[in-house]
């Protein structure tokens, strides 16, 4: 089992590109999420979904969208990247709200 | 809101000795509790989990110490060898709430 997969692992855009991150897992977990992680700070809760079909804002949701369109796949799209977006981007799952959640191996993302 | 923090960003440890790594967080109706280990290029991974109803628990060379009183909760390694080396995180929930992740403390590992 693969468990929680990322891709890409690396990408370099100009400001105002557009991109998408793609999450995939194994493991039949109905909780996804999207966190990036900045330099020096810890993991900050983009979007999150509850299920196949259901999305919802985390902390840092502004200049992200997401889709769950099937229960395996959680998909982070940036519209117009700009530099502040720069960061690594991770995807985690899990099996209930309060459960541990298992990460991917990272995006790092760089905005021009 | 939630906030969960680390005391000291970086930790020094002689190879054999025992780590203790400190964490505090400000909401009291924090009842899950989670260390993570984060190595050079990858994403954290799993240590051990507390839940409110318990002060103490044990994994293999780890232990989770909770404090509900002051609001502190620890993790001890044991014995802590250089592929100990990385940086922890706590993360906090309360209910109807998600994980709020601390800032990281980076552990060093001195043969």
């Known amino acids: 089992n693969a468990g929680v997969t990322q891709t890409p692992k690396f990408r370099v855009l100009k400001t105002g590109q557009s991109m998408t991150l793609l999450c995939a897992q194994d493991?039949?977990?109905?909780?996804m999420y999207w966190y990036r992680q900045d330099p020096g700070m810890g993991l900050r809760l983009i979007h999150y979904s509850v299920g196949e079909g259901t999305t919802a804002k985390g902390e840092v949701p502004d200049g992200y969208n997401v889709s769950r369109l099937k229960k395996q796949n959680f998909l982070l799209g940036l519209e117009s990247a700009a530099p502040s977006q720069t960061s690594v981007y991770f995807c985690?799952?899990?099996?209930?709200?309060?459960?541990?959640?298992?990460f991917g191996p990272g995006t790092r993302l760089t905005v021009l | 809101g939630e906030s969960v923090g680390l005391h000291l960003p970086t930790l020094s440890v002689q190879e054999g000795d025992n780590s203790i790594i400190n964490c505090a967080y400000s909401n009291s109706a924090s009842d899950y509790f989670i260390w993570y280990k984060q190595e050079s290029g990858k994403g954290p991974q799993f240590i051990i989990d507390i839940r409110s109803n318990m002060d103490k628990r044990q994994g293999q060379r780890v232990t989770v110490l909770l404090n509900k009183t002051v609001k502190h909760l620890s993790l001890q390694i044991a014995a802590t060898q250089p592929g100990d080396s990385a940086v922890y995180f706590c993360?906090?929930?309360?209910?109807?709430?998600?994980?709020?992740f601390g800032g990281g403390t980076r552990v060093l590992v001195k043969p």
């Open positions: 985690a799952t899990s099996a209930s709200s309060y459960n541990e959640q298992f």
């Open positions: 993360a906090g929930q309360a209910a109807g709430n998600k994980l709020t």
């Open positions: 493991m039949n977990h109905e909780y």
